[in-house]
């Protein structure tokens, strides 16, 4: 911990200067003039599905990702079913997953009728490895879902290896990962296709829920198109009322096309200012609270700021107690929430041990570095006396 917080006092936060866990104020400020202004051209043109707009975010997402494709749909969910369906996963097929991870994971493999195959993670990052995969795979294992957690990549040479030697299909869960990469190469451009939400709180958020697929397969893409939008068969005059496979709707809307493509253009400096309040918090923080850590090949987008804290409940308590607002990502590990009991392969220790000590601190595009400092300051207060969790990544 260095000298500036040791010779603060007990922090003593008043109301006016709490610091909230999210303000998506600071981002919303800055497109807001762009953005009512690309609305006001929908508005007037009345086009609100599809469109030029939607092509255009399509186009800017692909290139950014380092891919061939894009296709937007409705949600981040949306997004991991369409991807599976289109790669012809469903019952009989065993899809491998780490159990710490937000449900949509576990939900889109069940909502296709195919089995979750959850498996540990590593204690130091939280993200599922290619050990942990290989213990996992059997006869009907025909998947794999790397889930970029927290903003962090996880190993994708390895992974990838571990996929083409078992003739495995790598897709890529990137939700919490825009703009991350591994060895220069950005999250979504590794697997047969990478998946994203643009939920709000994301590092690129729509206001209000969009998706997105990435892919390099003309074929996966024409199959995703076309799922997406009832089945219909892109490109033919009588395309309306023409399905030519099952489908669902699951359109981008035209007005959070128009949204993301004005964050896009700011997204690179937003995840900087994100890296930068990483390694403050980095330095800052006290010695028995122990930050998640980044594989040395990753370099992270930082969604989340999460940490292992002793006396978890007890720590979130009282700093609410200051005014500094966190959060749990997650509580519950997926295998032991009731409806996906059936596929718990049984204790997964390190899953369990993290999901009781990990802390998530506030992280946003233009945090003051003052508001990290106080936090720090009142980690620090408010466990003074208490055991450390374990060693930090790398020391």
């Known amino acids: 911990m260095s000298a500036r917080i040791e010779a603060m006092a007990p922090p003593h936060l008043p109301p006016s200067s709490s610091v909230p866990f999210l303000d998506l104020g600071t981002t919303t400020a800055v497109v807001a003039t762009e953005v009512r202004v690309g609305w006001e051209k929908v508005i007037a043109s009345n086009r609100f599905v599809g469109g030029e707009e939607v092509e255009a975010f399509e186009e800017e997402w692909a290139a950014y990702c380092g891919t061939e494709y894009a296709m937007g749909v409705g949600n981040g969910t949306d997004a991991l079913v369409l991807a599976l369906r289109a790669l012809d996963l469903g019952p009989g097929d065993e899809v491998i997953i780490p159990a710490n991870t937000f449900v949509a994971t576990a ?14 993670v590593s204690l ?7 050990d942990e995969v290989e213990a996992a795979i059997s006869e009907r294992t025909r998947a794999i879902i790397a889930v970029h957690l927290f903003g962090q990549l996880t190993d994708m040479e390895d ?18 990962a825009h703009g991350a990469t591994w060895r220069g190469i950005r999250a979504g451009a590794f697997g047969a296709v ?32 076309s ?6 068969p892109g490109g033919s005059e009588d395309r309306h009322y023409n399905h030519v496979r099952i489908g669902t709707n699951s359109r981008l809307d035209t007005v959070q096309a128009v949204t993301l493509s004005a964050k896009l253009r700011h997204l690179d400096q937003w995840n900087e200012d994100r890296r930068r ?15 998640l850590g980044q594989l040395p090949h990753c370099r992270g987008a930082h969604h989340l700021m999460v940490v292992r804290v002793p006396q978890r409940d007890r720590v979130r308590a009282e700093l609410a107690a200051l005014g500094i607002g ?6 519950t590990p997926c295998h032991q929430l009731e409806p996906y009991r059936h596929w718990s392969p049984g204790e997964l220790p390190n899953v369990e041990r993290l999901s009781g ?18 936090v720090c300051e009142a980690l620090a207060h408010v466990t003074a006396d208490l055991e450390p969790v374990g060693d930090r990544l790398g020391e």
């Open 357 to 374: 000590q990990i802390v998530s601190l506030p992280m946003y595009p233009r945090l003051p570095d003052s508001d990290v400092l106080r």
């Open 326 to 331: 966190t959060g749990v990502h997650y509580p």
């Open 159 to 176: 992974l990838g290896r571990c996929a083409t030697r078992h003739g495995l299909v790598l897709i890529e869960d990137a939700a919490q």
């Open 227 to 232: 799922m997406r939008d009832h089945g219909r």
């Open 107 to 120: 939900e889109a493999v069940v909502l296709v009728g195919a089995t979750p195959r959850f498996v540990d």
């Open 194 to 225: 990478g998946c994203f939400s643009f939920y709000p709180g994301k590092n690129l958020g729509a206001f209000g829920d969009a998706g997105a697929v990435v892919t390099s397969d003309l074929g996966i893409a024409e199959r995703i198109r």
């Open 124 to 130: 130091e990052t939280g993200l599922m490895g290619a």
């Open 277 to 291: 309040l990483a390694r403050l918090y980095a330095t800052e923080l006290p010695p028995t609270v122990v930050p």
